[in-house]
Nanobody
Framework: QVQLVESGGGLVQAGGSLRLSCAAS????????MGWFRQAPGKEREFVAA????????FYADSVKGRFTISRDNAKNTAYLQMNSLKPEDTAVYYC???????????????????WGQGTQVTVSS
């Protein structure tokens, strides 16, 4: 059974930093693209960042570009999201994600049948 387990969320002041980790039980982790999504209260889940299987290609939502960095360590079956210059509007539950087919569609969307973590809360105070 595939499991994605996030950690590293918490409460931070605006301007601060957090690093999220996602430990994956995927048997062939290195063949999957990985991503992060988030959902704020009363809003739909939205794409944050994605990284291809090798780590050589990354994608970011415009709202986090230049502040967040996605990375991965295939030897540790772990993906990361380094979040700097955090803003109150970054407050959300952050979900680790892996597309079931291994690659993201051009829309960078996440489907119900994909692999999702349980989520970790990030709260940024002003």
């Amino acid at each position: 059974q595939v499991q994605l387990v996030e950690s590293g969320g918490g409460l931070v002041q605006a301007g601060g930093s957090l690093r999220l980790s996602c430990a994956a039980s995927l048997h062939t982790f290195s063949s999957y693209a990985m991503g992060w999504f988030r959902q704020a209260p009363g809003k739909e889940r939205e794409f944050v960042a994605a990284i291809n299987w090798s780590g050589g290609t990354t994608f970011y939502a415009d709202s986090v570009k230049g502040r967040f960095t996605i990375s991965r360590d295939n030897a540790k079956n772990t993906a990361y999201l380094q979040m700097n210059s955090l803003k109150p509007e970054d407050t959300a539950v952050y979900y680790c994600h892996a597309p079931r087919g291994g690659n993201y569609p051009p829309s960078l969307s996440g489907g119900r049948d994909d692999y999702w973590g349980q989520g970790t809360q990030v709260t940024v105070s002003s």
